[in-house]
């Protein structure tokens, strides 16, 4: 019976030492700035088992004199810090955008009705223990009317 106990023990400390160790690789996250330019909503997914390469996509918006629909799309590459859960998050990504919203069909400002920005990024990021997840990034924009710099943060929650 003693040996019964023990390894049963021995297991559930095992099983539970494992769930709190293994990564998650999907985030879902709302970000303020960043990718999604004013703000967004996205979807990530590590491709590597461990931190590592990773891709994202998400929809969002900008306005300024109108307001335009975004979507951005990008990869990452996630360096880990010291095993503590906090990371190097570096990254290119390109986001699209659509004056009024409108998918398809013309636009009442010609030539001016979409545009696509490419936005590198570095940030830190830090996964929490109640698998959360928050970003700070640099992320200058660049696109047709030159570089402007800015930030991006994020939360979000880890699955």
């Given at each position: 019976m003693k040996h019964l106990t023990f390894?049963?023990?021995?297991?559930?400390?095992?099983?539970?030492?494992?769930?709190?160790?293994?990564?998650?690789?999907?985030?879902?996250?709302?970000e303020a700035?960043?990718?999604?330019?004013?703000?967004?909503?996205?979807?990530?997914?590590?491709?590597?088992?461990?931190?590592?390469?990773?891709?994202?996509?998400?929809?969002?918006?900008?306005?300024?004199?109108?307001?335009?629909l975004t979507i951005p799309v990008g990869i990452n590459y996630l360096f880990e810090l010291k095993k503590d859960n906090s990371f190097i998050d570096a990254g290119m990504g390109v986001t699209w955008t659509r004056i009024n919203g409108k998918l398809f069909g013309e636009s009442e400002i010609p030539n001016r009705d979409h545009f696509v920005n490419f936005v590198p990024?570095?940030?830190?990021?830090?996964?929490?223990?109640?698998?959360?997840?928050?970003r700070i990034s640099l992320t200058p924009v660049a696109n047709k009317n030159g570089l402007v710099p800015w930030l991006g943060l994020s939360i979000g929650k880890r699955f």
């Open positions: 390894f049963l023990t021995i297991s559930f400390f095992a099983v539970y030492s494992y769930g709190q160790t293994a990564f998650k690789r999907n985030d879902i996250y709302l700035g960043g990718n999604g330019l004013f703000g967004s909503v996205n979807y990530e997914r590590q491709i590597t088992k461990q931190p590592g390469l990773g891709f994202r996509f998400g929809v969002g918006f900008y306005t300024e004199k109108a307001f335009y990024s570095i940030g830190y990021r830090k996964h929490t223990h109640k698998n959360l997840m928050w």
